[in-house]
């Protein structure tokens, strides 16, 4: 049973337009939520998180919105650029868990165009 | 500073034999955690280390798997009698303060191929 779900595995965008990559939960009980950047044959990198006390945190390009009672979250990319381009991962986390483990999505592999 | 190491970088090893895995984490981090990534699939935790605590070995697919940390820092992970399906890059993350901190930093993987 998948917890979280990227429901789109790819995404093709004009360099300078927007990036948006989804994000549904199922676990009422994740409390945090973190987005990821992978390149191939690299780890994935920290990019942005969110806590569920809020709906939005912005970083430079990059803004992370949740909706709680949707159990949805979307990370923005503005403007997107050819290095933007990777797979991106949403991750969620139990605080109250015993062992502070990453619940991962697939990912979604965005593409920004030149 | 460094980050999270990992080597091998790939491994390509044959059905039913044993392989290590092993993985240095960021100085200081007291967590330590195991991921694999298997093909088309998102990050499946392992296993958990968190200073001297008894590991969460929750995450682990099968008893052919296992993983120590010796001294607090670095880890192996043990896969005995490999078969086709333990195919996936395996992946190490170190934390500093779970719980109060929730970002995991990760090392580049190694690549297990069982043939």
């Known amino acids: 049973d998948q917890q979280v779900k990227q429901n789109s595995p790819s995404l093709s965008v004009q360099e300078g337009r927007i990036s948006i990559l989804n994000c549904d939960y199922t676990?009422?009980?994740?409390?945090?939520f973190l987005w990821y950047k992978k390149y191939p044959a690299e780890g994935p990198t920290f990019l942005i998180s969110?806590?569920?006390?809020?709906d939005k945190n912005e970083d430079g390009r990059f803004t992370v919105f949740l909706n709680k009672s949707a159990k949805h979250l979307s990370l923005h990319i503005v403007p997107s650029q050819p290095g933007d381009s990777a797979v991106y991962f949403c991750?969620?986390?139990?605080?109250?868990?015993?062992?502070?483990?990453?619940?991962f999505g697939k990912g979604t592999l965005l593409t920004v165009n030149p | 500073g460094a980050g999270v190491s990992q080597s091998p970088s790939n491994k390509v090893t044959e059905k039913g034999k044993d392989v290590e895995l092993r993985c240095d984490p960021i100085?200081?981090?007291?967590?330590l955690y195991w991921y694999r990534q298997s093909l088309g699939q998102g990050l499946e935790f392992l296993i958990y280390?968190?200073?001297?605590?008894?590991?969460?070995k929750s995450g682990l697919p099968s008893d052919r798997f296992s993983a120590e940390r010796t001294g607090g820092s670095v880890s192996t992970l043990t896969i005995q009698r490999t078969q086709q399906e333990d195919s996936a890059v395996y992946l190490c993350?170190?934390?500093?303060?779970?719980?109060?901190?929730?970002?995991?930093?990760f090392g580049p993987g190694t690549r297990l191929t069982v043939t």
């Open positions: 993350a170190s934390s500093r303060n779970p719980g109060l901190t929730y970002e995991q930093y």
């Open positions: 676990n009422s009980m994740f409390d945090y």
């Open positions: 969110i806590s569920s006390i809020k």
């Open positions: 991750a969620a986390y139990n605080s109250g868990g015993s062992n502070y483990k990453l619940t």
């Open positions: 100085s200081g981090h007291t967590a």
């Open positions: 280390f968190q200073g001297n605590s008894a590991p969460d």
